[in-house]
């Protein structure tokens, strides 16, 4: 059964997205998606800021992070991925654009 966690991201948002694409824990990129922004990580942070300049995300929080975690063997790397797409889908209704990445 998966857990979920979900952090704000305050400050630094381009480290942090920078830490979840690591291509070390990504299959080199392969286990990342990501729906209204570039795959490069500081572009990524970019794309979030420009959204931001257009009247949305007024608060001290730039983004969040939601961590899903699996029981080892529970799923694949393949399967986590959908899942997680599944879920920011289900969560975000097209409305918000994020970056997925499975480790």
Do not use: W
């Not at 991201?9 to 291509?23: K, P, Q």
């Not at 490069?40 to 939601?66: C, E, W, Y």
């Not at 899942?83 to 499975?102: N, P, R, S, T, W």
């Amino acid at each position: 059964m998966a857990t979920t966690k979900i952090f704000p991201i305050r400050v630094t948002e381009v480290s942090a997205i920078a830490y979840i694409a690591d291509e070390a824990k990504t299959d080199n990129g392969r286990l990342i998606y990501t729906f209204g922004c570039d795959k490069n990580p500081i572009q990524a942070s970019k794309d979030f800021a420009q959204v931001r300049t257009m009247g949305t995300g007024l608060s001290s929080v730039l983004s969040q992070h939601f961590i899903q975690s699996f029981s080892p063997g529970e799923v694949t790397p393949d399967q986590a991925l959908k899942i997680g797409m599944e879920l920011c889908d289900k969560f975000l209704k097209g409305e918000y654009q994020y970056y997925l990445a499975v480790h």
